[in-house]
């Protein structure tokens, strides 16, 4: 399984930014996908995650409201919508596939992971 993440750039604070995963190798609707980011000197951290079918979907506290998780398994792609993006939102942005189909919050909970695209939010 592979995964290749595509979006990142560098915005301003307010802007709005999509981020998309494909995942190839495999089949996508036997995983749930997670993203996670991590910033310079940071630990990486949970964003957002959703179920195999994309009715499940959970975020961490920081991310509520603002990120949006979503997945089409027609395409192979999960999506993380990230709106109002603050400058604490730049990091390294990873999207992960659980082969448990509601995948979790920690990082050793997933078993494939894609190499990252960048986000800079300039204030």
């Known amino acids: 399984v592979q995964l290749q993440a595509s979006g990142g750039g560098l915005v301003k604070s307010g802007d709005s930014l999509r981020l998309s995963c494909a995942l190839s190798?495999?089949?996508?609707?036997?995983?749930?996908m997670g993203w996670f980011r991590q910033a310079p000197g940071k630990e990486r951290e949970y964003v957002g995650a959703?179920?195999?079918?994309?009715?499940?979907?959970d975020y961490a506290d920081p991310m509520k409201g603002r990120f949006t998780i979503s997945r089409d398994n027609a395409k192979n792609t999960v999506y993380l919508q990230m709106n109002s993006l603050k400058p604490e939102d730049t990091a390294i942005y990873y999207c992960?596939?659980?082969?448990?189909?509601?995948?979790?919050?920690?990082?050793?909970?997933?078993?494939?992971w894609g190499p990252g695209t960048q986000v800079t939010v300039s204030s």
């Open positions: 992960a596939a659980d082969e448990e189909l509601i995948p979790g919050r920690l990082v050793d909970e997933y078993d494939f």
């Open positions: 190798g495999g089949t996508f609707s036997n995983y749930g």
């Open positions: 959703i179920n195999w079918s994309g009715h499940i979907s």
